[in-house]
């Protein structure tokens, strides 16, 4: 037993003392009474560091008299925990190749990454026309992706050709002279006409005759 022999202090200096003592006399006390204490435990652990999924944990016995920790060991790492589930982080285009993970659910470490292919075009026969034919040239169209819209297929569209509507006359044929006819392209933006000729009808006999001279005639003799 510790016997404290007073002493003249001020007030300040006892203050401090008192408070050194306060804290000191149950750390002796205790260390005194754990290095007498018959430990008893109970068969429970408590765990100090809890063990993660790639590093170790701690738990300590402690005695239920006098907590004094009488055994420590240790946790193994839990490993990884995976539910077969993947996360897209770069989706697959037509051309390229995208990424997905697989992530631990416990503490959502990337514990696997795998290739999604490229998907490729997807082209449903239907074109776009980019440049329309005329009667005289050659017009374009395109096969697009319906996906990403790439050009991947450029068709050439065969010109059409004129397209003449019905004969009109622009000047009759006369007895003597000639006429001419007139066709004009019937599509859209075309001014292309073709003319032709009508011949002169000519002159036409008819069944009735008309005396220019008459006749002589004969005499008869003696």
Known sequence: MITWTPLKLNKTKSVIIATIINIITPIYHGN????????????????????????NGTEVAKCTKCHTIIATRTIPAEGHKFNGSYTITKAATCTTDGTEV?????????TATRTIPAEGHKFNDSY????????????????????????????????????????KVTKEATHTQAGTKKRTCTRSGCNSYEK????????????????TKEPKRCEKGP
Request: glycine share 6%; net charge positive; charged share 15%.
């Open 32 to 55: 005194l009474h754990a290095a007498n204490c018959p430990h008893t435990f109970s068969g429970q652990y408590t765990i100090t560091k809890a063990a993660t999924c790639t590093t």
């Open 102 to 110: 697989a992530k631990c659910t416990r503490c959502h470490t990337i």
């Open 128 to 167: 776009t026309i980019t440049k329309a034919a005329t009667c005289t040239t050659n017009g374009t169209k395109v096969g697009k992706c319906t996906k990403c819209q790439a050009i991947l297929l450029v068709t050439q569209i065969p010109e059409l050709g004129h397209s003449y509507g019905s004969w």
């Open 196 to 211: 032709e000729p009508i011949p002169a009808t000519g002159h036409k006999p008819t069944e009735s005759r008309t005396l």
